[in-house]
């Protein structure tokens, strides 16, 4: 096999971000001596060593001049130094290098998911579990376990109910108050863009009957007048704003547990979207949360941190006296985000023509255009990345115009970016249903990345037509990744976390077989929807680290890269196409060369390794369990 190996000099430009990694991490000193021995090995011209060495493995590398191999070696920060066949890369090292048989499994570059509230999301594991609840009498049931077990005036939190796994009745304050007498309660819909919350949290929130509807926002009520209990997108701050706030141990345990979840579903990278409406939250995680787990070195995966918009110059104060990305590798910031509109299921996402279902309704503008316009011109101008949520049809057709309308890219308009090329990366978040051709041509021209999430099609597709009608709901309209892609606009991959599960390997799964997924007419929706399994994956790897700003860093496995690799019992991509139940399960996931999950199904080989091509894939299957490396994160 035609390797890929390091040149001569391919170690200079490591020096400075090796010495500056370790010398922001004063406390590692493990780092600290690993950098030196780094940089000695380069300064006596020695080439810098090489801390670990994977082998007997498929891997899909993503990159199109070497799309292959089955092993690389990596440094001691991380790095990757070459990738190539087994017995090239069991030729490097020395007797200290530690040599990992992956025993003929299949590896990826570790999957970036574009799109994640992280705290939310594992804040959310530790609350009611309403998603799949199928009936009011569960709902019910769900609520009062949650609110035995709790304290008077202790707030119940949960999310996940979705409407139409019941018939499609909201739940109400009806529904909840008998159950929960002393606790205020509010649980989400399954988008966060809609709400029940009881009468107790109606009483603290100081919201009667008299409340009206906030710009943006809906509170709804009976034909009575009488409140129901049911707040979509900026009506929920009026209940919201009134629960206590966590604290930074709070956030700190919320990030380790989302963090855990995310690599034991194969992450390395996460785009986090953060608080985006609530701006002191969003910078107080930042701030406080995120950089002290960068410094501290506990943070166990990498993040790009999202801010809200209308922080736009605080951000590019950070960045000016910052840079874009700690020392240590892990974190990134440079992103801001914003809501066009708001979501399908909620019927607050912009369309320009009614809802089927509710003619009275075209959705809601989350953001005032005029306000969107001046922020996001603004913002262009001092090189930050801009995200703009858009669901439907409309939203998207504004904001494409919206990008279009920018000014030129110019050479001071890249430091939002990792890459030394000048380039405007705006996104839009979801693009989820397109008014026809001239919006793909809209958004290829605007030169922006589409974050689509293919997993909310699963929790859409029973209600898709009902809201649309069979015309805008039909593939390349709705869910649009295939036509996107066909388009030549980049697409990224993201699963929204917590509105749909954390499953990149369902998400691949469902973009692949989308065209077979039955409407409630009984039809199929397809053909023109599905993508192919290698696209799926790009997405989540190649795509992400576009998405993300990182493409020099992550998404990829090549020689300088972060040694950010997933491993999968067997061939991912020869499974998409199957049966979910046949998609191979995470065996371990890496970040900077280490073991992030699990570390015991791989005993390190003896460093006398023969330097042959070791025997293939064993007949039994490969366990859950990980790694024997270090699983310290760094």
């Given at each position: 096999m035609a390797g890929i190996r390091p040149s001569k000099y391919a170690w200079l430009p490591l020096c400075l971000s090796i010495l500056g990694a370790a010398l922001w991490l004063p406390k590692d000193t493990d780092r600290v001596t690993a950098a030196w021995q780094q940089v000695l090995h380069l300064a006596i011209g020695a080439g810098p060593s090489i801390a670990s060495v994977y082998?007997?493995?498929?891997?899909?590398?993503?990159?199109?001049?070497?799309?292959?191999?089955?092993?690389?070696?990596?440094?001691?920060?991380?790095?990757?130094?070459?990738?190539?066949?087994?017995?090239?890369?069991?030729?490097?090292?020395?007797?200290?290098?530690?040599?990992?048989?992956?025993?003929?499994?299949?590896v990826t570059p570790g999957l970036i998911d574009a799109h994640v509230h992280m705290l939310i999301g594992g804040s959310t594991l530790h609350q009611i579990v309403l998603r799949g609840i199928a009936s009011k009498a569960d709902f019910v049931a769900a609520v009062q376990d949650a609110a035995v077990k709790a304290s008077p005036g202790e707030w119940l939190l949960g999310h996940g109910w979705a409407e139409a796994n019941w018939g499609g009745d909201l739940p109400s304050i009806t529904w909840v108050d008998h159950v929960t007498p002393k606790n205020p309660m509010m649980l989400s819909r399954m988008d966060m863009h809609m709400a029940v919350v009881n009468s107790e949290a109606l009483r603290v929130a100081g919201l009667s009957d008299s409340a009206e509807s906030p710009p943006g926002g809906r509170v709804d009520k009976d034909t009575e007048g009488k409140l129901t209990g049911i707040l979509a997108d900026h009506a929920m701050t009026l209940v919201s704003q009134h629960i206590p706030k966590q604290t930074h141990l709070d956030k700190h345990r919320a990030l380790q547990t989302a963090a855990r979840h995310l690599l034991s579903k194969g992450v390395t990278t996460a785009c986090d979207m953060g608080a985006v409406q609530d701006s002191a939250d969003a910078w107080d995680t930042l701030d406080n949360v995120y950089v002290p787990a960068a410094d501290e070195g506990t943070l166990p995966m990498r993040l790009m941190a999202m801010v809200p918009l209308p922080t736009w110059r605080k951000l590019h104060d950070w960045v000016l006296s910052r840079g874009k990305s700690h020392p240590g590798g892990r974190l990134h910031w440079g992103g801001l985000k914003d809501f066009a509109d708001g979501s399908l299921g909620s019927r607050t996402a912009l369309m320009h023509q009614p809802y089927t279902d509710d003619p009275s309704s075209r959705g809601v503008r989350l953001t005032p255009k005029e306000t969107l316009q001046d922020m996001v011109t603004a913002a262009d101008m001092t090189g930050l990345q801009i995200a703009l949520h858009a669901i439907g049809d409309r939203a998207n057709d504004e904001v494409a115009a919206l990008y279009r309308s920018l000014p030129p890219v110019t050479g001071g308009n890249s430091m939002n970016s990792t890459s030394s090329i000048p380039v405007r990366r705006h996104r839009v978040e979801h693009a989820q249903h397109l008014s026809g051709p001239q919006a793909l041509e809209a958004l290829r021209e605007a030169g922006v990345v589409a974050v689509t999430n293919p997993l909310h099609l699963m929790s859409d597709v029973d209600i898709m037509e009902a809201r649309l009608g069979k015309g805008r709901a039909k593939p390349g309209l709705a869910f649009p990744s295939r036509a996107l892609l066909q388009a030549g606009v980049a697409v990224a991959f993201g699963s929204d976390w917590p509105v749909m599960p954390a499953e990149p390997l369902a998400t691949m799964h469902t973009a692949v077989n989308s065209d077979n997924l039955t409407l409630p007419s009984g039809s199929l929706w397809g053909p023109g929807a599905s993508v192919s399994p290698e696209e799926a994956l790009r997405a989540h790897t190649v795509g992400g680290a576009v998405a993300c700003n990182l493409e020099s860093e992550v998404g990829v496995l090549r020689p300088g890269m972060r040694a950010d690799f997933s491993v999968f019992q067997h061939n991912l991509l020869g499974s998409l196409t199957g049966d979910l139940s046949a998609i191979p399960e995470v065996v371990a996931t890496f970040v900077d060369g280490q073991c992030s999950f699990g570390c015991s199904a791989f005993p390190l080989a003896p460093s006398n390794a023969p330097s042959a091509t070791p025997s293939k894939a064993p007949s039994t299957p490969l366990s859950t369990a990980a790694f024997s490396q270090s699983s310290q994160p760094r």
């Open positions: 082998f007997n493995a498929t891997i899909w590398t993503g990159n199109a001049e070497a799309p292959t191999a089955e092993g690389f070696a990596c440094s001691p920060d991380g790095h990757i130094l070459a990738v190539s066949s087994s017995a090239d890369i069991l030729a490097m090292g020395n007797h200290l290098t530690k040599r990992v048989d992956l025993q003929g499994s299949f």
